[in-house]
């Protein structure tokens, strides 16, 4: 029997996210023997600071990717949310999930039912904090770090009024009843890939077990996200955002930017979803132009 492992932050959520995709597995090979490895990753360490003090998102995949290149393990999950743009290309992505609910939401303390002014909400990213502020003018906003559990239980100790959480994690833990609101895609753009789960695996290997798994909608759609980011350079200090959704052959496009003076920039491009990736280096270099 063949064994296959499986790299994983040790967080809960990372966990039953890499289960999610060793059950696709299974499902495609039943042959196939899966075992989960999990790792603690620099970035799940430092968390007195924020992302961009401590060097960004590849500080959640540096220890995942050493040990696929050392061959501890033979694939590795992840939020695509959270992956760098640019990547070890000794370690392709191998494709994309199913897209789960991409939208955010708003978290309140327990037994509580409206924010308080007093106190800021807490959120981890940039992107984050400039919509926020359009959405709720006058309320405070700070960072949170740590995983979704460390983050609620600083929540419900009083430290925030609420959190804004990708509304996917929150229901693959079984805690959508925490929700207080969800914000559309249009009112709070998602990050690029939220909701969709990445596999990397190692460049030259055939992967035909993961035929279960790999999704063409959600594929298209981190695509032309991923690639509207990146050709705008934004890593986890920027506030770009993109979300892409599919109908037929046809892939709309949605992304933010800041202006030099910190405004928000948006807009849109519709074509053909074959062209995702050119559709978001498209959609970028206009955004570009308009902030310039």
């Not at 064994?3 to 495609?28: C, D, F, K, P």
């Amino acid at each position: 029997m063949n064994t296959l492992r499986a790299g994983s932050r040790e967080s809960r959520l990372a966990v039953v996210q890499t289960e999610l995709v060793m059950e696709a597995i299974r499902q495609s090979d039943p042959s196939l023997r899966l075992e989960l490895v999990t790792m603690k990753t620099t970035g799940d360490k430092i968390l007195d600071r924020t992302l961009d003090q401590v060097g960004g998102k590849g500080l959640f995949v540096k220890e995942l990717d050493t040990a696929l290149l050392e061959g501890r393990v033979d694939f590795t999950v992840h939020s695509c949310k959270d992956l760098p743009m640019d990547l070890d290309p000794r370690l392709p992505l191998a494709g994309f999930s199913r897209r789960a609910d991409p939208r955010d939401a708003l978290v309140l303390p327990e037994g509580v039912t409206e924010l308080d002014p007093s106190k800021p909400i807490g959120c981890a990213s940039a992107r984050r904090t400039l919509q926020l502020r359009r959405l709720f003018p006058g309320q405070p906003v700070a960072p949170v770090r740590g995983n979704v559990q460390t983050r609620l239980r600083k929540l419900d100790e009083g430290q925030y009024a609420a959190l804004v959480l990708a509304a996917a994690g929150l229901k693959r833990l079984g805690l959508e009843g925490r929700v207080a609101r969800y914000f559309t895609t249009d009112e709070m753009i998602p990050a690029a890939g939220q909701g969709i789960l990445a596999v990397q695996v190692r460049a030259g290997e055939d992967f035909p077990w993961l035929a279960g798994f790999l999704d063409r909608d959600g594929t298209d759609c981190a695509l032309a996200e991923r690639a509207f980011v990146r050709r705008l350079d934004g890593g986890c200090s920027s506030p770009v955002a993109a979300y892409a959704a599919v109908e037929g052959e046809t892939l709309t496009l949605r992304g933010m930017d800041v202006t030099a003076e910190g405004a928000p920039v948006f807009d849109t491009i519709t074509g053909p979803r074959a062209q995702a990736e050119a559709l978001g280096t498209a959609l970028a270099d206009r955004i570009r132009e308009g902030t310039t």
